[in-house]
């Protein structure tokens, strides 16, 4: 007797999770990052020693979340998800692109060049940033 498997897309979802699961991959962070937040003193200063940091308001102000280490991230879901739609500022001291998405690792994006700063983002990508890709867009 022949057994027919239907393969439905939760099927194929599923099996694909199980598989990054088994190799350690992640949409997360991995653990050569590590995160801080605290508030942003309007000078770039407060990102010194931290390789990308965004901040909640213009000019470095308000909350600021600092990463350290290249490594993609998504906010939706995370401890950090008051971050979530909430990045006017953002600095990137690492010698690698970064590419900012408004959803998880898609829709509207923006990037940043190596060892740039970025006092205000653009108003289409003002309070929209999601996720971001260490690479280009």
Known sequence: ???????????IIAVMAMIALS????????ASSSFGTGTGNG?????A???MCIFSDNG???????????DS??????????FNDKTSALINNSYSYYCFFENLFSGLTFQINPRTTVPSV?????DRITSWLVGTC
């Open 73 to 82: 991230y998504s906010l939706s879901g995370t401890e950090y998800s008051r």
């Open 49 to 51: 020693s931290w390789t």
């Open 43 to 47: 000078s770039t200063s407060a990102c």
């Open 122 to 126: 653009n108003s289409w990508i003002n």
């Open 23 to 30: 190799l350690g991959l992640s949409t997360q962070a991995s």
């Open 60 to 70: 470095y102000k308000g909350s600021v979340l600092k990463q350290f280490g290249d």
């Open 1 to 11: 007797m022949r057994t027919t498997f239907k393969w439905t897309l939760s099927t």
